[in-house]
Every structure is written in structure tokens, then in C-alpha cells.
């Protein structure tokens, strides 16, 4: 297994704003192939643990989509929607990060052992947290910020009303980075959460469209943030 290296973030972002100062762990643990974060786009596939058969095949699409067109795909190694995005990467010769909530040595989720093994050796994986850290609840929300932080773009596929997803969407749009809904996802069911947010500039997409927000997406988007006090989350 490949050993682990201890990075600041703009060791591998480059100069970061105001903004991205403020959401910044102070260091990064990685695992695999750390010129992934060096390079862009980078689009975060992310939305629920317990999926519906529609939301997993959308996020399959998508994924599928994003990596045609050069993209690498951030996740964050959970169950439903993240598993569907790192491995529909994988099997079709994209790239991945897997980002964590625990450290390199624990494994969130033990299904996903395998999967997460397999990112580190070819791939990427991501931590914020020191080996040997036992892992607490409140990690998942950071990492979450930190997945933000580490993307372009954050699309949310599926998502319930008490989806921790939710945390990512307005770390992105605190961070001006766009924040993406597949207008089939919107149409099916649209939280009051997901609403708020395209009231704050986050937007839908369709086949069709999505090529062309590619197409425009800026690497590290900046100058757009939102101030947090502006906010409602």
C-alpha cells in the first residue's frame, strides 16, 4: 500500500483566497496519486446514502458524462450515490478522490473497503485527520467543507430533506463555487433546502446543458463568494 503524505493545502491548490483560507484544514493527508488535486476540473458527485434506483442510475450517467469530457470525479467513499461515482470513474478510465471523514487507516464504511483500497492505489484519497484518530460524527461535516474546498463544482444528484449533502452545497456556494441539480433530480423531489440554494445562485441541469456548464467552469472558481452572514445555513 502506498504510504501517505503530509501537505498544507496550497501545497497542492496553489495560493488560496480569503475565503478558501477560511475553509482549509490546516493540513491534508494523501494517499495515491496527489497531482490529481494540481489539475482540474474537478466536480464533486455527491447526494444520498439511500439512493433510489433512479437517483443511482442518474448519478451512474453522470458520471459517466463527466468523465468522457476529461473530468475528475471527488467523492466521499459513502454508500448510494458516492460508491456509484467512484467506481462508474473507475471502470470507465476517469479518475477519482475519494475524500475522507476519518483517517487513511480507518474505513467509514466496511463495505467499501475494498473500493477505498483501490482509490489510494490508483487514484486519490484525501484526509484531514491524523492517523490514529478515532472518529467522531462531527468529522463528516468538515470533511464535507474540505470536499468543497477541493472541487470546482459540487453536483448533488439525490438528496432528503436531512441530508448531510446538504452541508457541501452552501460550503460551495459560501466558496462561489456552483453548485449543480440534475433538473430530473429537482423535478421528482426538491427539498426546501435545494430551492434556498438556487435562490443563492445554485442551478439544474440536463443532458443537453451540462456540456455547456463544463464548457464554462473556471478551475478553482473564485471572486463570487457568498459572505456567511448572507447566508441561511
Known amino acids: 500500500m502506498k504510504q501517505p503524505k503530509t501537505v498544507v493545502p496550497d501545497d497542492v491548490l496553489g495560493p488560496l ?3 478558501e483560507l477560511k ?8 494517499r495515491g496519486d496527489a497531482s490529481l488535486l494540481e489539475g482540474g476540473p474537478r466536480i464533486a458527485v455527491v447526494g444520498s446514502r439511500r439512493a433510489s434506483s433512479e437517483g443511482l442510475e442518474l448519478a451512474r450517467r453522470i458520471t459517466e458524462m463527466l468523465v468522457s469530457r ?12 458516492d460508491t456509484v461515482a467512484h467506481e462508474t470513474a473507475m471502470t470507465n478510465g476517469g479518475r477519482t478522490v475519494g475524500v475522507l471523514g476519518t483517517s487513511l487507516d480507518r474505513y467509514a464504511v466496511p463495505r467499501n473497503r475494498g473500493l477505498q483500497d483501490a482509490i489510494g492505489e ?6 484531514q485527520f491524523p492517523s ?3 472518529p467522531h460524527r462531527s468529522n463528516f461535516p468538515l470533511r464535507n467543507k474540505t470536499m468543497a474546498l477541493l ?9 432528503a430533506t436531512n441530508s448531510g449533502t446538504r452541508h457541501q452545497g452552501w460550503e460551495a456556494i459560501r466558496l462561489g463555487r456552483p ?6 433530480s429537482l423535478e421528482r423531489q426538491s427539498p426546501d433546502w435545494a430551492n434556498e440554494m438556487i435562490r443563492y445562485g445554485a442551478f439544474g441541469f440536463d ?6 456548464v463544463l464548457d464554462d467552469l473556471p478551475s478553482r472558481c473564485v471572486g463570487s463568494a457568498a459572505r456567511a452572514d448572507d447566508l441561511p445555513f
Do not use: C, K, Y
Not at 476529461?70 to 450515490?81: K, Y
Not at 443532458?207 to 455547456?212: E, F, K, S, V
Open 151 to 159: 472541487s470546482d463544482a459540487t453536483l448533488i444528484v439525490e438528496a
Open 23 to 30: 475553509a482549509a484544514p490546516r493540513q491534508l493527508f494523501l
Open 17 to 19: 483566497n480569503e475565503f
Open 70 to 81: 476529461g473530468v475528475t470525479v471527488v467523492s466521499g467513499l459513502a454508500l448510494g450515490i
Open 179 to 184: 453548485v449543480l441539480f440534475p433538473t430530473r
Open 132 to 134: 490514529g484518530q478515532t
Open 207 to 212: 443532458a443537453r446543458t451540462l456540456p455547456l
Open 122 to 127: 490508483r487514484h486519490l484519497l484525501v484526509s
